[in-house]
């Protein structure tokens, strides 16, 4: 028994190894970083040299009682036109925080106090994450005629996960029959 515990937590660790390696991690942009959420900051300056990726979020701070983070098509975002919002992100708090899970042009503007007129409006564009740069050749390595690639474990984890599952049925199903 104690060689199916090990052989089950060796494929733990190899599942959760792989998914460490595969993912690129998110990132929480503060909208405006300290400035935050507030009228008379340009955040057009404060995007232009960022880029927003799937899975990223926006966290805006800002006066509850005054201002809110709604988003809007490119129309209303142009006008400040908050009557028909695609989405009302703020929960009543002032800390709130949007997940950018589509790969889109986003428009973000404050409905309330005139924020929108005094600046309070972001547009971005949302992109898939770029890929990973492909490793380096490794030259002392040359002549190996196996290399292990990206793709790798895609093939690893299920062999590792079949031969778990084959020491088990050998040890705990078999001596049973």
Known sequence: MPRIALMAAV????????????????????????????????????????????????????ERNQYNVIEVNETNYISCNSDNPIANWSRGSGRDVVHLNVTKHYYLISGYGG???????????????????????????????????????????????????GLMWDNVVLPFW
């Open 115 to 165: 924020g929108c007129y005094a600046g309070m409006k972001l547009s971005i564009l949302v992109e898939k994450p770029p890929l990973p740069p492909a490793p380096a050749p490794n030259k002392s390595n040359a002549r190996r005629a196996f290399t292990v690639s990206a793709f790798a474990p895609q093939f690893v984890i299920p062999v590792a996960v079949f031969a778990a599952i």
């Open 11 to 62: 494929v733990v660790v190899a599942c959760l190894a792989a998914g460490l390696v595969s993912e690129v991690a998110a990132k929480k942009w503060t909208v405006g970083n300290n400035k935050f959420w507030n009228p008379n900051v340009n955040y057009t300056v404060w995007a232009q040299d960022k880029h927003f990726y799937f899975d990223d979020w926006l966290y805006f701070v800002y």
